[in-house]
């Protein structure tokens, strides 16, 4: 049974009511061009043609219909409630921005009958008497946590998946639990539908949609298993090894992708060829797939930041899935990629305490990044509505179901319209769930379910008093049946009473008042406390007795009715005088607390990424640069060249040399006195990626780094402003065979896909010696499994291509599962995968070259290579690159041989040669990292060679980067003075003949952003020192 | 040519023995070297250097200068030095002559390979360790008094670490046999480590929330803090009733605090957050010991009562990131030359690691290229850092009296472009060669010989 067609029985069952409504007067549908269950469209025609006939027909049909047929036997009395409701005098909205002031609903049998201002409640039906109250359409969220998909002690069993964090096999509804709990916290903000989300592993399991009611899980369903849910983050809890990083995650979701396929495809072979082999493997994860996988069934994505909604957003376009995204809050980050899409997006109301700022130290600490979150973070709603957005609003995520109302006013008081506020509540979800027929709004026909509320749900301070779910009235908070606001005059005959005026106001949840003491001692004394109970009639109160005369505590209750008082007191003397009194003033105050901005407005402009330094926009590219009178090092065949000019157009060298013609409007720089070099270059570093290592395995050359590259890094600014353009971003070193790296350029300000370097060769990490091996339990242990196990690898990807070109030429039997690690190996072996390993040790080096000669390929480059120097003559003859520290080193055994005369001996040698950084502040000054190789004897064109032109052959990128020559890429550095002296710095970096940082603009930015942490500072002590926006202003 | 020079052929440093030993390998790449490094004797004929820009640090620059030295001790410098007979007279005209350099925190000597333990002798067991010294402890073969030496840093601090009070830095000149011989002062300055109010350089505490966040912990904070006031107060009680002639049981953890309670030698606390260097200024002063700031990645914000109270402050990271993200990229490049500006005495450190001691100078250096005067630099990692640890009597700068541990070079050694020829420590004439010259020495010798064989 497909999904569609499980989903659609269910949903049958569940609106039994109106089917039998439609069939009487319709019959079967007839065929429509939407995508969508013929049950739903017989069931909109059905409404339209209902609220045309009018009320009379929509009433004699609900007469007739009645409850739902249920298969659980009745046991003792039948519990037989009419279902029959008449809500009158609340001010209704029906839907986002539609109101019906003293409008009466009719609810009968779960669905609402009828809704209309001045109508009189039918003959037999419950009246609610419910004026002054508000009524809205019940909530739905698009991605409830019920916490009803724990794992099982011991691990889950049976055929699933080799990996425990796949778990798509797992179905909420199979697994629906009695969890009222959590189901009360939802509702008490307003929710009475949810879409159910699993949340333990990588592929989740499905999502259903249930009611929030207090039925048996029989009646809850309303569209079982709808969607897949996938996360990001893994769980713990249910164990394994591997992935453990963000990438290896990424892997993992895009081979089980491909395994789904397989497995159909497996199992359709061994069907049809009348089970003629042994069948393939039983998983019952990859049989849950199949539908999502085909496009056929959603995919619901939890995104924990931006970017990793750019990351899922790439993933589902990639590999043909329906991507739903439950957002981070960080979605105002990111609105320019927002703007247009219509995938569906429901986002938390996640926002970020205030940074701590309340001495003057630690003020000093406060990031922009973090003060700008969390004035911006509460406006992300208002930004996606005002980008043209559409997106639902959901509780997950909160630290606390009971922040999600105070949360939701905030986003209102921060811009968010109230009409949008709803619509992300209400008809948002039910559309995207399927339930826009059903469920949404207030209109006839629809389910009733109802949010009924003591004011303004989205401005004011109110309470949700009761949820309605399919007709069915659940209560959040009790009504307070009496109102004792406003001041009474109260007095006693008794020996120890006194005159006085009791004056209540504010809200009757959160009630104040006095105590004023009539006569010539008087004063007036503030209650300490004041509630009503709700149920009795009461009102109590407590207040100081000193201005009595006691010392203690006095203690008055009363019963109130009507404008009458009838009370006793306890004083802290022992006395128990009796009262009476009578109102002699109503109350006329704000009846709650309106929810106003309660932060100043500062204008924070965008920037990307959000935070210090951040650019509004990518620098300018002019269409001609010219850099006169420099001392230019070409580090190419010009060499270096005093008072030179270099010329750029449109992203790409066009000249070096004297007196250069320029085009006309070129913009000139004046560079008397100043060195121009090309970019530097780092072949690695590991600054700009969400996670470094893949450790789970001790081969995974199937992650790529390129899938977890982030623009969230300050490093790549300050990269910049030491002359860097171009950067290596390695795996890390846990394993033989690690990630795929990947270049950048350092586009500062953009998003992380434009940041990769176009068309850049592809290379692989490989890690020998201590890292690979100290991973305790795995294989290897020591340098010669290390290279034994790589030997194996290459072994099993010549044996997987075998298969695949066996099966490719007779098509026989069970077709070869595509596996991304084995041909990422393959791609190794045939140097299409340049490998890049790490490593220190001459032995363990010359091992991997000759491996490598062995299976017919060459090693492109070893990397830190302390003692690469050993084996100088034997890279040269293999043509294999080293990538080199200047002089660091001694800082584990296998680095105590190191010598700042490395570079110099492998260039003696030969050798193709660079430095590198492996080092996030290192790589802000890899100038300084070259000129420290002057002490070991070479000329200063070949130092600088090691962080420019050597350093891009080295990792095969000298086509684009690297020196100053025609057609290169325009990326080139303007230094005070000799980039090798310790004395230099950068006072300009340009890339793609773009200037990305200059000191100018430097110091203009640093200026900014001192103005715009002091003003958030200032925002957030403004605030009475706790940084809560919630401004409860009129409540007095 | 070797690795004395780049400019061309061999320098004229290449009178001593072992050093003609070490270049002439190059140029007769059979010679096998018995050691990496041979420690020569204490000096027993007086050497004036002749011909030099003598960069005194304390008494200006002098062009065309003699240095006269004798028996470790420098007798003279100016442009008419007279020469007593039986000087060995060198010629060292055109080179420049520089202090050797002096860094304030280091680990050189007790701490080899950074992850292998049992290499390190830095942190021992426990928060209150004022009596161990680091001058035992010194390896006196150690790879990187070499690759030290080589840079032109001539004398360490070596400093314990770990605890609230991590021991004794000993001031050691980097050449003899063993420990003994190398100590120029065994207990320099007291060591102690400032608690920190939060983690350092993060982001603060959470404002509001549920509960107290995993970063904060004041009233731990608080009870160090406390810890530390103990602990002096305990260490003074005991001066005292052994001055006043009380018997009381010997206690070695006390005895030594007693030269830092008595302001003889300094008390260095490390402290880099605004609020720590504040809080160790107010202790300081409540203890009445003579203050140095260790760190000090803040001390521009503390900067009025840094002045005020004249504390000096030993910079551990100048070529460093920034602290903070909304920091310049160049905010810890340009903490000396604001110091300075502001009045801050300061010395700049290698940071402590053993392994890098050898960078001293570029930590130095970077400030000159983010502001600061070139010969504030230079104090900073000579004369400074000598006064602030109490022996400035003896290194520091070039005046008669004062050792003669000095480089000759061709330029400044705070600039990667210029090399550094030949070293005096204590007048001896030091061997000039380290591991990492060994290494290249015998791998060119495979690379000759590959060469051979290919052709």
């Known amino acids: 049974m497909s999904i569609m067609t499980w989903a659609l029985k269910h949903l049958q069952a569940s609106f039994w009511q109106a089917s039998r409504c439609q069939s009487i007067l319709l019959g079967p549908a007839s065929g429509d061009t939407q995508l969508v ?54 001010r209704v909205v029906t839907a986002p921005g539609q109101v019906l002031d003293g409008a009466t609903i009719v609810i009968r049998n779960g669905l609402i009958q009828g809704v209309s201002r001045n109508m009189q409640p039918p003959a037999g039906a419950r009246v609610w008497d419910l004026a002054g109250l508000t009524i809205y359409p019940g909530f739905i969220d698009a991605h409830a946590d019920l916490g009803m998909d724990a794992v099982p002690e011991g691990g889950d069993v049976g055929p699933t998946h080799w990996n425990p964090q796949v778990r798509a096999w797992f179905s909420t509804t199979m697994n629906l639990q009695d969890d009222a709990d959590r189901r009360a916290a939802l509702r008490s903000q307003g929710f009475g ?47 394994g090894a591997y992935p453990n990083s963000a990438m290896g995650t990424i892997a993992l979701m895009k081979q089980t992708f491909m395994d789904a396929d ?47 909604y750019l990351r899922a957003h790439k993933l ?199 105590v004023d003491i009539a006569g010539p001692d008087g004063a007036t004394i503030n209650l300490a406390s004041a509630e009503v109970v709700a149920e009795t009639g009461r009102i109590e109160v407590r207040f100081d007795g000193e201005d009595l005369g ?295 080096f010359l091992a991997l070259v000759r491996l490598a000669e062995e299976f017919g390929f060459r090693v492109q480059t070893l990397q830190h290579g302390i003692e690469a120097y050993k084996i100088a003559p034997e890279l040269a003859a293999s043509g294999v690159a080293a990538v080199v520290w200047s002089d660091w080193g001694g800082f584990k055994m296998e680095a105590y041989d190191a010598s700042v005369y490395n570079a110099r001996i492998l260039i003696e040698a030969g050798v193709v040669t660079s430095l590198h950084s492996d080092n996030n502040e290192i790589s802000s000054r890899m100038n300084w990292e070259a000129g420290k190789l002057l002490r070991t004897g070479l000329t200063h064109e070949q130092a600088l060679s090691t962080v420019t032109n050597q350093a891009a052959k080295a990792v095969a990128i000298d086509s684009r980067v690297g020196s100053l020559e025609a057609d290169k890429d325009a990326d080139f550095v303007i230094w005070s003075g000799n980039p090798l ?38 925002a957030i002590l403004s605030i009475s020192g706790n940084g809560d926006m919630r401004d409860l202003r009129g409540s007095n | 040519m070797g690795y004395l020079s780049r400019t061309g052929g061999v320098t004229a440093v290449t009178f001593a023995v072992a050093m003609a030993t070490v270049a002439t390998s190059l140029l007769s790449p059979t010679v096998a070297q018995a050691q990496v490094r041979m420690t020569v004797p204490p000096q027993s004929e007086a050497v004036a250097l002749r011909g030099a820009t003598i960069h005194t640090v304390t008494n200006g620059v002098i062009e065309n200068g003699t240095i006269l030295f004798e028996n470790g001790v420098i007798r003279a410098i100016g442009t008419d030095v007279e020469i007593p007979t039986g000087t060995r007279v060198v010629d060292v005209s055109g080179k420049h002559i520089y202090p050797g350099l002096i860094d304030a925190y280091s680990t050189v000597g007790i701490s080899e390979i950074g992850s292998v333990d049992v290499s390190s002798d830095v942190n021992e067991l426990g928060d209150f360790n004022p009596n161990v010294r680091a001058e035992v402890a010194v390896n006196a073969e150690s790879r990187h008094i070499g690759t030290t030496r080589s840079a032109g840093v001539l004398v360490t601090l070596t400093t314990p670490g770990g605890g609230l009070i991590s021991g004794m830095s000993s001031a050691m000149s980097l050449e003899g046999w063993d420990w003994e011989e190398m100590s120029l002062e065994s207990a320099a300055a007291l060591n102690v480590n400032w608690p920190n109010p939060n983690s350092r350089g993060g982001r603060g505490g959470r404002g509001r929330g549920f509960g107290p966040g995993p970063q904060e912990s004041p009233p731990t904070y608080a009870e160090q803090v406390q810890q530390l006031k103990d602990f002096f107060a305990e260490a003074r009680a005991y001066r005292d009733a052994t001055t006043a002639g009380e018997e009381v049981r010997t206690d070695s953890r006390y ?107 570029w930590e130095a250096g970077v400030a000159v290229a983010f502001g600061l005067p070139e010969e504030e630099a230079l104090k900073a990692v000579t004369i400074n850092a000598a006064e602030f640890m109490g022996i400035s009597d003896r290194v520091g700068s070039l005046e008669p009296g004062k050792q003669a541990t000095l480089l000759i070079t061709t330029g400044t050694p705070l600039d990667m472009t210029s090399d550094i020829e030949q070293s005096y420590i204590q007048g001896r004439e030091i061997d000039m060669n380290d591991i990492q010259k060994h290494f290249f020495d015998k791998y060119m010798e495979k690379v000759r010989q590959n060469r051979r064989v290919v052709s």
């Open chain 1, 193 to 239: 539908t949810a879409l159910v989300v699993p949340k333990q592993g990588i592929f989740r399991g499905t999502a259903s949609v249930v009611n929030l009611g207090d039925t048996g899980v029989r009646d809850r369903v309303l569209r079982p298993d709808l969607a897949q849910a996938m996360g990001f983050q893994r769980s713990f809890q249910l164990g």
């Open chain 1, 316 to 514: 589902a376009a990639e590999y043909g899935v329906d991507a739903w995204y439950r957002g981070s809050g960080q979605e105002y980050r990111i609105l320019d990629v927002l703007r247009g899409r219509n995938d569906p997006l429901i986002i938390p109301l996640i926002f970020p305490d205030a940074p701590n700022v309340n001495d003057p130290e630690s003020a000093l600490n406060a990031s922009l990044a973090d003060l700008r979150d969390w004035y911006l973070a509460p406006t992300s709603p208002a930004q996606l509505a005002g980008a043209g957005v559409r997106f639902a609003i959901t509780s997950d995520g909160l630290s606390s179901l009971n922040e999600f109302l105070p949360n939701l006013r905030i986003a209102v008081a921060r811009g968010l319209s109230t009409a949008d506020a709803l619509a992300a509540l209400t008809t948002t979800p039910a559309l995207w769930l399927g339930l826009e027929n059903t469920h949404g709004t207030i209109q006839e026909g629809k389910v009733a379910n109802l949010v009924v509320s003591e004011g303004d749900l989205f401005t004011e301070e109110a309470t949700v008093r009761d949820v309605w779910v399919h007709g069915q009235a659940y209560g959040v908070t009790r009504s307070p049946q009496i109102d004792p606001r406003g001041t009474w005059r109260i007095a006693s005959d008794d020996e120890w009473g006194f005159e006085a005026a009791l004056r209540l106001e504010g809200p009757l949840n959160r009630l104040r008042g006095s």
């Open chain 1, 262 to 308: 397989w497995y159909m495809r497996a199992w359709g072979a061994y069907e049809a060829s009348g089970r003629a082999f042994l069948p393939p493997e039983t998983s019952e994860a990859l049989a849950a797939l199949e539908d999502a996988v085909q496009g056929d069934q959603p995919i619901v994505f939890e995104t924990g930041s931006e970017e990793e």
């Open chain 1, 37 to 90: 269950p013929p049950y739903f469209l017989t069931e909109a025609v059905v409404r339209a043609i209902l609220s045309f006939l009018g009320f009379t027909l929509l009433l004699t049909c609900g007469v007739e219909a009645q409850q739902a047929t249920r298969t659980e036997p009745v046991t003792g009395i039948r519990d037989n409630g009419t279902g029959f409701h008449a809500l009158v005098g609340a």
């Open chain 1, 550 to 844: 006691y010392e203690g505590v006095a203690l008055l209750a009363g019963s109130v009715r009507g404008e009458e008082f009838y009370g006793w007191t306890s004083l802290p003397n022992g006395a128990n005088p009796s009262f009476r009194g009578s109102r002699t003033e109503a109350y006329e105050g704000a009846a709650r607390g309106t929810v106003a901005m309660n932060v100043p407005e500062i204008d924070l402009p965008f920037i990307r990424p959000m935070m210090e330094f951040g650019r509004s926009s990518i620098p300018e590219q002019p269409a001609a640069v010219v850099v006169r009178n420099a001392t230019v090092w070409s580090q190419g065949p010009l060499g270096q060249m005093e008072n030179a000019d270099l010329l750029v157009q449109e992203g790409k060298v066009v000249a070096v040399g004297p007196d250069l013609d320029a085009p006309r409007g070129a913009m000139e720089i004046d560079a008397t006195d100043k060195h121009v070099t090309p970019g530097l270059i780092d072949p690695h570093i590991h600054a700009g990626v969400t996670d470094i290592n893949e450790s789970g395995f001790a081969i995974v050359p199937e992650v790529r780094m390129g899938d977890v590259v982030t623009h969230n890094n300050i490093w790549m600014y300050r990269q910049l402003a030491g002359g860097l353009t171009t950067a290596h971003i390695k795996h890390g070193s846990a394993n033989p065979i690690g990630g795929e790296n990947v270049f950048v350029k350092l586009r500062w300000g953009s998003l992380p896909e434009d940041l990769k370097l176009e068309g850049a060769p592809r290379t692989v990490k490989f890690a020998l010696g201590e890292n690979p091996k100290r991973r305790q339990g795995r294989y290897p242990d020591t340098r010669m499994g290390t290279q034994e196990i790589i030997r194996d690898h290459f072994l099993a990807a010549r044996d997987y291509e075998r298969e695949w070109q066996r099966w490719e030429a007779n098509g026989e039997g069970i077709p070869p599962r595509r596996d991304l690690r084995m041909e990422s190996i393959l791609d190794i072996l045939n140097q299409e995968l340049l490998i890049s390993s790490h490593g220190y040790r001459a032995d363990e």
């Open chain 1, 981 to 1018: 002296s310790q004395f230099t710095r950068a006072e300009q970096t340009w890339v793609d003949g773009r200037r990305y940082f200059s000191l100018g603009e430097d110091a203009a930015m640093r200026e900014q952003i001192e103005r715009e942490r002091t003003q958030l500072i200032q």
């Open chain 2, 255 to 361: 005895t030594a605090m007693i030269p830092a309670l008595n302001g003889e030698i300094p008390v260095v606390v490390s402290a880099d957050g605004a609020a720590q260097i504040n809080d160790a200024i107010t202790w300081a002063q409540q203890e009445g010991v003579r203050l140095v700031i260790r760190g000090g990645g803040d001390a521009i914000h503390v900067a009025d009562r840094l002045v005020a109270n004249d504390i000096p402050v030993i910079l551990t990271s100048t070529m460093a990131a920034p602290g903070r993200d909304y920091e310049g990229y160049d905010g810890a490049y340009t903490m000396p030359a604001r110091l300075h500006e502001a009045g801050v005495r300061f010395a700049i450190s290698g940071g402590s690691g053993a392994l890098y001691t050898n960078r001293l100078p």
